[in-house]
């Protein structure tokens, strides 16, 4: 089997209507932990948002997730965007500091992302949550999240779990039967499926 892909967290695809919708939202950042470009986001305290907490296992007694969006852009404290600063760091908040986030809110946009284990036909039209791939996987230098989505093939109706799986990554949409005896380890398109701009009642036709 060929290695999976490592993270990097949710790359922008399409949307359900045509083309991604690139339209954002800026919000304060409370930052517990480094936040990265295509980090997923949930509200908290303030009206601010955080980075998706990495947790394996999630279930029904841990309440829905529900994120905001993803982050398309990172800014400093005084609004300033955040860029390369080479050799120290890519466009990554740190932990702890102050800053704000340009978030992709559209619910009905598509995103690529890694998976933490291979994945098959058989996950299109599951749902996921966040794979834990450890801040091992992160890497500020080049600002790398390390975020990507558990695989829980089977599951497709669990109201807890944030993201549904549509297919396979764009680099694999033309080898679906044939590549690597049938795996996909190039990650998958999802959508999410919860979001506070678009409660899950409405989207039960996704």
Known sequence: MTALRQPFGFKPMRSLTGSFNPATRRFAINAPNETYIGDPVVLVTGQNVQRMHLKVGVTAGDGAITPVGIVAGLLDANQKPLVFTQPLRGPVLLASAAGF?????????TYWVATNISASAGCIGTVVGISAFGSSHANVAVGRSPIGVEITTGVTAVGYLPFKVLGPSP?????????????????????????VMNPVSARTGV
Not at 101 to 109: G, S
């Open 101 to 109: 986030a340009d978030v992709y809110i559209d619910p009905n946009n």
């Open 171 to 195: 680099t694999q949409r033309d080898a679906i039967l044939t590549y690597d005896a049938g795996d996909w380890v190039d990650g998958v398109e999802v959508v999410m499926l919860l979001n």
